[in-house]
T-cell receptor, first 113, second 116 residues
């Protein structure tokens, strides 16, 4: 069965530190990959997405992610985090054939000012 | 453009009671999804509609959960009777095009259900 695994459940960083959140998925077919973010008190919103082409994807607010097919990974990165990046981050995989979206369990990021 | 609307935002009920949630998707979006998000977990798809037809309800506990999307626009999700383990946030999402093409799901604010 298709699944998504996020390596870190809770990450605490100081402002200006670099961020990398791990995401691995299990599915051998065509996939579309997403990172969603949920800021405190707000609804889920799309951070970035990969469908095809350049495996390095740039999203909003300085985030980027790299799709490595051989490792079944789609890690999220940001060179310098801000206090406003405090949120919960979800990696998701969409089965390209059925369209079903599978989420990881989420990573809570806390950025200390 | 207006986002996905959901109501109520919060609901507290006792076990064995029934509850209903309402969702109004973004105008023109043909696909509508209901997700269940239990605390500490990612959202899990309960049911997916394409217009007013069900595409996927494989993870919907059909003995107690039901959903409908009459006229292919807004939708209701019902739980009857509720159990303690149904305490969760229920998210509604919509997307513009059939789900097998390049499209993004837009999420509503969710309904937080507490079952006592």
């Amino acid at each position: 069965a298709q699944s998504v695994s996020q390596h870190n459940h809770h990450v605490i960083l100081s402002e200006a530190a670099s961020l990398e959140l791990g995401c691995n998925y299990s599915y051998g077919g065509t996939v579309n990959l997403f990172w969603y973010v949920q800021y405190p008190g707000q609804h889920l919103q799309l951070l970035l997405k990969y469908f095809s082409g350049d495996p390095l994807v740039k999203g909003i607010k300085g985030f980027e992610a790299e799709f490595i097919k051989s490792k079944f990974s789609f890690n999220l990165r940001k060179p310098s985090v801000q206090w406003s990046d405090t949120a919960e981050y979800f990696c998701a995989v969409k089965n390209g054939n059925t369209g079903k979206l599978i989420f990881g369990q989420g990573t809570t990021l806390q950025v200390k000012p | 453009e207006a986002g996905v609307a959901q109501s109520p935002r919060y609901k507290i009920i006792e076990k064995r009671q029934s509850v209903a949630f309402w969702c109004n998707p973004i105008s023109g979006h043909a696909t509508l999804y209901w997700y269940q998000q239990i605390l500490g977990q990612g959202p899990k798809l309960l049911i997916q509609f394409q217009n007013n037809g069900v595409v996927d309800d494989s993870q919907l506990p059909k003995d107690r959960f039901s959903a409908e999307r009459l006229k292919g626009v807004d939708s209701t999700l019902k739980i009857q009777p509720a159990k303690l383990e149904d305490s969760a946030v229920y998210l509604c999402a919509s997307s513009q095009r059939p789900d097998y093409s390049y499209n993004e799901q837009f999420f509503g604010p969710g309904t937080r259900l507490t079952v006592l």
